[in-house]
């Protein structure tokens, strides 16, 4: 009996040790590659300003005032005046959903958007979201 019930725990202790933890930033990653976002971003050139000051006052609008003038002046410089900066565009995208998804919320998203169909849904989409925004333009 002893040694069923040793056989059991160790069992079930070995089940959890296997399951391997979800990495946030990781899943991030792959979902960012599926969305296309770096094709998406760097499509946009110079025709618009993204602003990161204004990206991260939002983003971090949880943070005393002080706290975030001293989060974006740590920025680099160059940072703040390209006319559309990649990397501060995924910074505020990834702080984003980050905040908004679980690891395991992550790695769905990213799994269905490397998929056929999630790729389908994605482009019909922005097809949709481009249409809204024409139709309130005219």
């Known amino acids: ?11 079930s202790l070995f089940a959890c040790s296997s399951t391997p933890k979800l990495n946030a930033n990781a899943e991030f990653e792959r979902l960012y590659v599926a969305l296309g ?3 998406i971003l760097s499509s946009f050139g110079g025709e618009i300003n993204i602003s990161p000051e204004k990206l991260f006052s939002d983003t971090l609008s949880g943070l005393p005032e002080n706290q975030k003038r001293i989060f974006i002046e ?3 410089s160059k940072m703040m005046t390209d006319p559309i900066n990649i ?4 910074v505020v995208f990834k702080t ?4 908004l998804l679980t690891a395991e919320e992550l790695k769905i ?9 999630g790729l ?4 019909a989409i ?12 005219g």
């Open 126 to 137: 922005i097809e949709a979201e481009v249409a809204v925004s024409e139709s309130l333009d």
């Open 37 to 39: 976002m770096e094709e």
């Open 120 to 123: 389908k849904a994605h482009r």
């Open 74 to 76: 740590s920025m680099p």
């Open 87 to 90: 990397n501060a565009a995924k």
């Open 1 to 11: 009996m002893k040694k069923t019930l040793l056989i059991l725990i160790s069992l």
């Open 109 to 117: 998203a990213a799994d269905f958007y490397s998929s056929k169909m």
């Open 96 to 99: 984003k959903l980050l905040s």
